[in-house]
């Protein structure tokens, strides 16, 4: 639906070029404490990634719920 599910996580990274492998493309790893995520239901959601408030990439989140 679009809507935010807490405040947004900010992460200022300055990514760096490996020496020994210049032709790779640069990545980042970030983890995020969800722990407190508020789930009611079985949904799929998505973390948007955003770089200077353009979405660049979106990883998804699939919530199932638990078997009875």
């Known amino acids: ?3 935010p ?3 947004p ?8 070029q490996t020496p ?3 032709g790779l493309p640069v990545s ?3 983890v995020l404490n969800i722990r407190d995520l508020p789930i ?5 959601l998505a ?3 955003l770089v200077d408030g353009h979405e660049v990439a979106s990883v998804p989140l699939h919530i ?3 078997p009875v």
Request: no cysteine; net charge neutral; aromatic share 6%.
């Open 5 to 7: 599910l807490g405040p």
């Open 47 to 49: 973390f948007a990634v």
């Open 28 to 30: 980042v790893q970030v």
């Open 20 to 22: 020994q492998y210049p």
């Open 9 to 16: 996580a900010r992460v200022d990274v300055t990514p760096q």
């Open 1 to 3: 639906d679009g809507r």
């Open 40 to 44: 009611e239901r079985a949904q799929s």
């Open 64 to 66: 199932i719920a638990p």
